[in-house]
């Protein structure tokens, strides 16, 4: 059973940095990329960005610069490291294993303060 969970979400003030966690289990991790997503309230899900298994990464284009996707394979997890914070970050942030797009974890909520 395929399974992802997400964390290390919490509020921050504009400026500041996050660090994500996706632990996933029930696949095979190294050959699968992996995403980051996000959705905020009203909006529809968007991608953040993205890492295949021979860590080839794309991001969005509001993200770049601020935002790094990596990945441990020796413990099944991807991370996203958020830095220089906008509101406008605030959202619900998924994880989500290319191979397998119906399964998605519970999310973990960041809220950036002004």
């Keep these: 059973q395929v399974q992802l969970v997400e964390s290390g979400g919490g509020l921050v003030q504009a400026g500041g ?5 996706c632990a996933a289990s029930g696949i095979i991790f190294s050959i699968n990329g992996m995403g980051w997503y996000r959705q905020a309230p009203g909006k529809q899900r968007e991608l953040v960005a993205t890492i295949t298994s021979r860590r080839v990464i794309n991001y969005a284009d509001s993200v770049k610069g601020r935002f790094t996707i990596s990945r441990d ?20 942030y998924y994880c989500n294993a290319v191979a397998y797009p119906a399964i998605w974890g519970q999310g973990t909520q960041v809220t950036v303060s002004s």
């Excluded at 940095?17 to 966690?21: I, M, Q």
């Excluded at 490291?81 to 959202?91: F, G």
């Design 17 to 21: 940095s996050l660090r994500l966690s």
């Design 73 to 92: 394979n020796a413990k099944n997890t991807v991370y996203l490291q958020m830095n220089s914070l906008k509101p406008e970050d605030t959202a619900v």
